[in-house]
């Protein structure tokens, strides 16, 4: 199965989310209405009823806390079929209220097995969020675009300052 990698720009002020047209493939939504801006609950209703609680709960946590956020879980596609999902984003203040940018990746469940126990939702952040520029350029959403060139600053400078934590202490 061909990775499928989606993006998003959650203004959560507004509650409107933007997506490319692979992630509302993911999440069963007309690819057009989801460029637009569609509430996030017309995104949750696509989750996994086991999934949908706590997914709901962290997205408020994380854009509460303006912090970073890292699941798994499952939606139902535009097939009918539920996929296994790993999403990673970060909330940020702007001056149109509380942005959640984020991406996610469609895996497998040995594919989801294979990753350390110890990787930093950061370091995740930073492998997709070139691809994802990239998709967001293709698809014409230059606020998702704009989002990730400041996510990939911020996300390099704290592995920045991370590293440099870790060499101090070496």
């Known amino acids: 199965m061909q990775p499928v990698l989606g993006v998003w720009d959650f203004n959560v002020t507004r509650d409107i989310v933007r997506c490319n047209a692979a992630m509302a493939d993911l999440f069963g939504l ?33 854009a509460r806390a303006l912090d970073i956020y890292s699941e798994t879980y499952q939606v139902r596609d535009s ?28 895996v497998t469940p040995r594919q989801l097995e294979r990753l350390p126990d110890t990787i930093h939702p950061l370091d995740v952040i930073a492998d997709h969020c070139p691809l994802a520029r990239r998709l967001a350029e293709q698809d014409n959403l230059r606020v ?12 390099g400078n704290k592995l920045a300052l991370a590293l440099r934590t870790r060499l101090a202490n070496w």
Do not use: C, N, W
């Open 30 to 62: 007309d690819p057009e209405k989801a460029a637009r801006g569609l509430p996030l609950a017309s995104y949750l209703a696509s989750i996994h009823p086991q999934d949908a609680p706590r997914i709901e709960q962290r997205v408020a946590e994380a």
């Open 144 to 155: 998702v675009k704009s989002l990730l060139d400041m996510t990939l600053e911020e996300v």
């Open 79 to 106: 097939r009918g079929e539920y996929r296994l999902i790993l999403a990673q984003a970060a909330a940020y203040d702007s001056p149109e209220g509380v942005m959640f940018p984020g991406t996610l990746v469609a």
